[in-house]
């Protein structure tokens, strides 16, 4: 039984920092790519990062290039999502996922996924 924990959301300032993590269990992780994913309240869930099965090719979307980082500890099994120069447009529930068939930009290619954090930014 895969399980995917996420941790580290809060309220926190525009230009303010956060790190979420995502602890998995259950599984071989470092068999798996994983990705973030967020869901604002009315909107589709979309994909923010994702990173290879080993660390070495990460993806991230546009709007977070630069601000946010996807990175990943085999030996702790946990996946990590620094978060730096917020702003109120990132405010969402952030979920991470795991994948056996590589990165995917669509929440389609994952196979497992977390109940998700939130992320609150204030203006």
């Known amino acids: 039984q895969v399980q995917l924990v996420e941790s580290g959301g809060g309220l926190v300032q525009a230009g303010g920092s956060l790190r979420l993590s995502c602890a998995a269990s259950g599984r071989t992780f470092s068999a798996y790519a994983m990705g973030w994913f967020r869901q604002a309240p009315g909107k589709e869930r979309e994909f923010v990062a994702a990173?290879?099965?080993?660390?070495?090719?990460?993806a991230h979307t546009d709007s977070v290039k630069g601000r946010f980082t996807i990175s990943r500890d085999n030996a702790k099994k946990t996946l990590y999502l620094q978060m730096n120069s917020l702003k109120p447009e990132d405010t969402a529930l952030y979920y991470c996922?795991?994948?056996?068939?590589?990165?995917?930009?669509?929440?389609?290619?994952?196979?497992?996924w977390g109940q998700g954090t939130q992320v609150t930014v204030s203006s």
């Open positions: 996922a795991m994948s056996n068939s590589g990165i995917h930009y669509s929440r389609w290619g994952y196979d497992y």
């Open positions: 990173i290879s099965e080993n660390g070495g090719r990460s």
